[in-house]
């Protein structure tokens, strides 16, 4: 399977606080990219990051990639309650189209 | 500008009834999906079709049908709806299936009960 898992299912934070999401995969990819889910809503992409790239900044967001771990994180600064959703992993490893895994469900505290 | 628009928001089904949900883009995109997402789960591709004209099995094709009917629409269809297929149906599109196109993006659901 080439679905990415993400880890921890829950996380629950304070307004202002960072929050980190881990992913996981099986095989080489040649891209891995962060979507977010809205209650009710559907996903939208966040960020890509290319298998060549080991991080990758997007306002307050960074991405990390460690292709050696066949890992990835997001890590989201200064929290807000917006930021309250559910975010995925998916990476791409050129053969099918893109899967995803359960994702976190990310709580901001206000 | 509409990106991905799915009909219709909501329905319900009885068991054994037919339907079929409807998504267009305008983005001029080349490949279309659609996904399932059930209760507190992460989503599961259906089918998905890299270019007009194909159409390719995902994870979960069992007891679904796709037609593309052209570059802008693709529908799914339920031949016999079974309470199993009461989930949340993604219908999404991106430039291609591959790097650099392979950006989806998705439409805002279909609410699907089968009772």
Redesign the interface.
Known sequence: SQ?GEEDPQALSIQEGENATMNCSYKTSI??L?W?RQNS??????LI?I?SNEREKHSGRLRVTLDTSKKSSSLLITASRAADTASY?C?P?T?R????????TRLQVQP | NAGVTQTPKFQVLKTGQSMTLQCAQDMNHNSMYWYRQDPGMGLRLIYYSASEGTTDKGEVPNGYNVSRLNKREFSLRLESAAPSQTSVYFCASSPSTGPPGNTIYFGEGSWLTVV
């Open positions: 679905q040649n891209n990219q979507y009710g809503r559907g996903l939208v992409h890509l290319r995925f998916a791409f050129g099918r189209a893109l899967t995803f895994g359960s994702g």
